[in-house]
């Protein structure tokens, strides 16, 4: 299994409810295939540059162990979610 991390962006007029449950749904795609690590909630940050006329975003960052096929099932499901602004999926063990 490769080690991944991945950051996502949740829109920030979500209610925390709404919150948790978008990181809740991550975490289960991760956990059917693969294993979940470190789950980093870094909370309410400000933007580089406006996404979808936003100027914040809440962040989270979770370490995770997959295979392959996870990170590519992962991407197409968060691009489709109306809850995540942005995602990026990193290979921690490709130098």
């Known amino acids: 299994m490769n080690q991944y991390e991945i950051m996502f962006i949740i829109d ?3 209610e925390d ?5 978008t990181i ?6 991760i956990a059917a295939d693969g294993e979940v690590g ?3 909630v870094w909370g309410m940050r400000k933007l580089a ?3 979808q006329k ?14 392959t096929e996870l990170p590519k099932e992962l991407d ?3 691009r ?15 130098k």
């Open 12 to 14: 920030p007029i979500l």
């Open 17 to 21: 409810e709404k919150k948790e449950a």
């Open 54 to 67: 936003k100027n914040e975003g809440y962040y989270v960052v979770i370490e995770f162990a997959a295979k």
């Open 76 to 78: 197409r499901r968060l």
């Open 38 to 40: 470190k789950v980093d």
């Open 49 to 51: 540059y406006p996404i």
């Open 80 to 94: 489709i979610s109306d809850n995540v602004m942005r995602h990026i999926i990193i290979n921690k063990d490709e």
């Open 24 to 29: 809740e749904t991550v975490k289960e795609i």
